[in-house]
């Protein structure tokens, strides 16, 4: 694949009914970020949560403006998991940008900042925010688990962490993953922890590596926490399911 092919560049997007919110985030990535590619598919999901129907339609009428092709899916029910599996189905590319309707991109990139780290073997590249558990050394997101057989310690083995934030894909690896996903569950609570087998056996053959902003800062800043805390909002998990609720 050379670097030109590459630059093509598929985009799925989640969003609720939250007109102001996908107005800034897209006003962010837009000239930061999807300028730089040529984008070939636009896939986004409005799910029927926060807002009414006058919010969904101006949420249809942004990303039409701004996609003219895009392909709009709008469930009966919301389920965040069940849009993000329908989503990363939908795709077809080699190379796919994840994106949610509550972030900001602080810093510019370009096909040259995100294609050298999509070599064989990365199945994503996260862009780094504040919530990632990053001590700023490692290129990858990754932690160590101590491997023990009848208790006797025999090193530790590398656990790839993937998410759902703002991410690039590598296009088999989302389809993949999507394949497996149980859609009842949070998508990154079943990535781990035991939660969902298969899938976390499909990913851990890929490695997951990190685009920070310059000089190690973050590159994306998450606006959904403000907007849900000026709403009163909470957001919870049980059992691997996330839950929102008014206070």
């Known amino acids: 694949m050379d670097d030109d092919e590459r630059a093509d560049l598929e985009l799925t ?7 102001e919110l996908l107005r800034r985030t897209l006003d962010s990535f837009g000239p930061g970020l999807l300028r730089h590619f040529r984008l070939t598919a636009v896939h986004a999901n409005i799910d029927p949560v926060f807002g009414d129907a006058a919010d969904a339609r ?3 009428e942004i990303l039409r403006e701004q996609f003219p ?3 709009i899916r709008e469930p009966d029910r919301p389920g965040f998991c069940a849009a993000v599996t329908r989503l990363w189905s939908a795709t077809r590319g080699r190379l796919v940008l994840h994106l949610e ?7 510019p990139v370009t096909p040259a ?3 050298p780290l999509m070599t064989d073997g990365v199945g994503s ?3 780094v925010s504040k ?5 700023g050394h490692s290129p990858f997101s990754e932690r160590r688990r101590k491997r023990r057989l009848l208790g006797v310690p025999l090193g530790t083995r590398r656990i790839a962490i993937f998410g759902t934030s703002p991410c690039f894909l590598d296009g088999a690896f989302a389809r993949g993953s999507a394949r497996l996903m149980d859609p009842g569950l949070d998508p990154e609570k079943q990535m781990r922890k035991g939660r969902n087998p298969a899938l976390e056996d499909f990913q851990q053959r890929f490695r997951c590596r990190l685009l920070p902003g310059p000089g190690g800062t973050e590159l994306i800043t998450d606006i959904g926490r403000e907007w849900r805390d ?3 909002i909470t957001k919870t998990t049980v059992d691997g399911r996330s839950i929102w609720e008014e206070r």
């Open 113 to 115: 900042d995100v294609l």
């Open 58 to 60: 101006a949420c249809r």
């Open 230 to 232: 000026g709403k009163g």
């Open 125 to 127: 590249v996260r862009l």
């Open 69 to 71: 092709g895009v392909q």
């Open 131 to 135: 919530h990632i558990d990053w001590d």
């Open 13 to 19: 997007l989640v969003a609720g009914r939250r007109p």
């Open 101 to 107: 309707d509550d972030w900001l991109l602080t810093s």
